[in-house]
């Protein structure tokens, strides 16, 4: 074989050498989202070089991303997320093959787009999505490299990848059912410190690039957690036997025809929404409670009457919420509305329940345009 | 029996990150702390004692280490 200088610190490397890359490049990577895991994953397995890599994203960049999406400037700002990094990418190798999918990963195309590569990285920021790619890849006995985040605390697991005894574990494993939309809130909307997807997505492209070139043990049947604030790390052995209520199509016919958006709870009870501006024509009303669903240290600070029960405290606090009707606020309008779809099955009809679509955000921007 | 509870997640909102707890198993340990804190009742979380991951009711030894976590979305 040729050798090639740009990969000259992997030849020389143990375990590794002119084998190991030629395995590299003789493979194939699937990246699904391009966010804050997405983006270093795919630096540095470009960079690595293996063969061919393709890229899924639907999104656009927003100025909110740059702060972790390490691959993007700001005067991409409303550009495809997936057109961007193709383009840096093949500036950092153009010896490489990148494939560019600006789409939403479905049950229509996830099996013809996941069925031509070696390895799947699961970058995603959703459960509709994780659980979909999680189920796709056991039905196709995909590798796939699993990263998440919240706050300052990370998961990586390795699954589909048969350990030294044949054992073979999925995501199903660990969460048979997806969590309630209360749950499981994302960066959005708690936050998420920026450096944190930059070690997960580095330490999911390791995993890759390990199963590719044979080398050292990969995470199966292991979960591993990282917290940055106490670095307090844990690798927990996952138990083989799926759990009873685990309930997920089991071929792909059925795959195909599954409601991923369903299964998680994404399709709730309709809450009313109501406009900034019609905020504040009842928001002083009596009979309206204004309910603050935002952790108690959120900020700004709301300067009209308002009880705040964060998301996570509304079912011990049913009591507190006696008014006619009830209009839920956060920052954005997406807990909010989640609260609102919790709150409706609890509350009778007596009482009338509504959310502020766009939050304060949208109402601030209303008051001083 | 006495146990240590680490925490993650979101669940550090609800609950200590790591405390102690006295429970015979991981079914009557979950009840005794959605007894407390009703925010935990149909949350889902993974239990692991001692670095192993248990899906069935699991009985607690001495001195155990019990890990509660969550599903992480974010990405």
Avoid: W
Wanted: net charge negative.
């Amino acid at each position: 074989m040729e050798t090639n200088d740009r990969y000259s610190k992997h030849y020389r490397l143990s375990g590794f050498g002119e084998a190991g890359q030629t395995r590299l490049q003789r493979s194939s990577v699937l990246i699904i989202g391009v966010g804050g895991l997405g983006c270093p994953a795919l630096q540095y397995l470009v960079a690595a070089g293996v063969g061919k890599i393709g890229i899924i994203d639907h999104d656009r960049i927003e100025l909110s991303n740059l702060q972790r999406q390490v691959l993007f400037g700001t005067a991409e700002i409303g550009l495809s997320k997936t057109e961007v990094a193709a383009a840096k990418l093949r500036m950092l190798n153009p010896e490489i093959e990148i494939q560019e999918h600006v789409l939403y990963l479905s049950t229509e195309n996830a099996i013809e787009l996941i069925e031509g590569y070696d390895v799947v990285l699961d970058c995603t920021d959703n459960f509709a999505t994780r659980y979909l790619l999680s189920d796709c890849c056991m039905l196709l006995d995909k590798p796939l490299v699993f990263g998440a985040i919240y706050r300052y605390e990370g998961q990586l697991a390795v699954f589909n990848v048969a350990d030294g005894g044949g054992v073979k574990t999925t995501y199903r494993h660990l969460f048979p059912l997806p969590p309630g939309p209360l749950d499981a809130p994302d960066c959005n909307e708690v936050g998420v410190l920026g450096v944190l997807p930059g070690i997960i997505g580095t330490m999911q492209a390791t995993e890759a690039i390990k199963l590719l070139v044979g080398v050292g043990q990969p995470l199966c049947n292991k979960l591993m957690t990282i917290s940055l604030l106490d670095n307090r790390s844990m690798v927990l052995d996952i138990p083989p036997t799926l759990p009873e209520e685990a309930s997920f199509p089991t071929s792909l016919s059925a795959f195909e025809a599954f409601d991923y958006g369903y299964h998680c709870g994404i399709k709730g009870p309709v809450v009313r929404g109501i406009s900034p501006r019609e905020f504040m024509e009842i928001y002083r009303d009596e009979d309206v409670l204004i309910v603050d669903v935002r952790n108690a240290d959120e900020l700004p600070e709301l300067s009209f009457n308002h009880v705040n029960i964060p998301v996570a405290e509304l079912s011990d606090n049913l009591g507190k919420m006696d008014r006619k009707q009830l209009l839920l606020v956060c920052q954005s309008g997406k807990r909010s509305l989640i609260a609102g779809q919790f709150l409706k099955e609890k509350i009778g009809s007596h009482q009338k329940l509504s959310h502020l679509e766009g939050g304060i955000t949208a109402l601030a921007l209303m008051v001083s345009p | 029996m006495k146990v240590k509870i680490l925490t993650f997640g979101s669940l550090t909102e609800v609950l200590e990150r790591e405390f102690y707890a006295e429970a015979p198993d991981t079914s009557r340990l979950v009840a005794l702390l959605t007894s407390k804190h009703a925010a935990l009742d149909g949350r889902k979380f993974l239990i692991a004692i001692n670095d192993t991951i248990v899906k069935e009711n699991t009985m607690f030894k001495a001195n155990d280490v019990v890990a509660l976590m969550p599903p992480y979305s974010g990405g």
